[in-house]
């Protein structure tokens, strides 16, 4: 029987290896493209990066057609379709990325405070948290790295996915400098002072547009102004969201980042996932991993635990 092989690279969205074993299915399409195939499956002996599989059964000439599927625990499922044909290595037509599933996370690991870049830890050192609801109490009180210590994983993902975006040239104009205390932490999104020149710098920007308020609900005593502002990406958003606080007149924003539209990843669209009904930061640091996809310059840098 003819038997051609398949090269295949298997990552994370950041590149690395997944940790863990990859299960790999064949099948063979149907009708006359999946002649001479047969079902197959294969796992990797531990944590790779690139594999060949050899010895898949093809027809002679035109080769067969596969649907080709790898999964691996803790991450989601990657289809791909795959013609293999006889005596040779075939190239994988799909560079396998496997997503994490955010529900199987639990917890980071990330950077110390005093790894954080300087502005970041400039904004919890300084910081002077409010509690808008029960959820924000714990962080009363609190700056600096106790405050980073308090956050825990998911507030703490969120705020180095944002500084990771505010910080980025090419896509947000480095506007990290701009950002100023700290005032409220959530999951999805944080609420800091800014500075006056903020607003404009966004207005005169070719990287963003304004963007609707209408769902951005201002913090207590404060008052929506100067605008909303999102960033022009395909995928991994930030907004800007602007608020004056109606005593003393301080320049505040709610800042946020989603995943867009979606984005189609080996046979799935990847929506966001929501956990309490609020943007999952995990899904949001795939997302950024894979907009620049080649150099990573956009990937948080936390890794998972599960």
Do not use: H
């Given at each position: 029987m003819p038997t051609g092989n398949l090269v295949v690279q298997l990552t994370d969205v950041g590149g690395a290896a997944v940790p863990g074993r990859i299960r790999i299915e064949m099948t063979r399409m149907p009708g006359e493209p999946g002649t001479g195939g047969e079902a197959a499956e294969v796992v990797s002996t531990g944590s790779v990066t690139d594999l060949t599989i050899s010895g898949i059964a093809c027809r002679g000439g035109p080769g067969t057609l596969y649907k080709i599927s790898a999964s691996a625990e803790h991450y989601r499922?990657?289809?791909?379709v795959q013609q293999i044909t006889e005596n040779r290595n075939n190239t994988a037509s799909d560079d396998v990325e496997l997503w994490v599933k955010p529900g199987d996370v639990a917890g980071i690991k990330a950077p110390s405070f005093d790894e954080l870049p300087a502005r970041v830890q400039k904004i919890l050192r300084t910081a002077t948290m409010v509690a808008e609801k029960p959820e924000d109490e714990d962080l009363?009180?609190?700056s600096g790295g106790t405050l980073y210590q308090r956050l825990g994983p998911l507030r703490r993902a969120c705020l180095i996915n944002i500084a990771t975006k505010t910080a980025h040239a090419r896509t947000a104009g480095n506007c990290l400098p701009l950002i100023g205390s700290l005032l409220?932490?959530?999951?999805?999104?944080?609420f800091a002072e800014v500075d006056s020149a903020f607003p404009e710098k966004l207005r005169q920007s070719p990287l963003f547009h304004s963007a609707d308020n209408s769902l951005h609900e201002p913090l207590e005593d404060f008052v929506l102004a100067e605008g909303s502002f999102k960033s022009r990406d395909a995928h991994a958003n930030l907004q800007v969201t602007f608020m004056r606080h109606k005593a003393s007149n301080m320049l505040a924003a709610d800042i946020d980042i989603d995943e867009s539209s979606g984005i189609k990843h080996g046979f799935e669209v990847i929506q966001n996932a929501l956990f309490n009904k609020r943007t999952n930061p995990y899904v949001i640091r795939e997302f950024m991993a894979v907009a620049d996809p080649i150099a990573h310059t956009l990937m948080p840098?936390?890794?998972y635990t599960f």
């Open positions: 499922r990657y289809t791909f009363l009180n609190a409220l932490c959530r999951q999805d999104r944080f840098p936390y890794t």
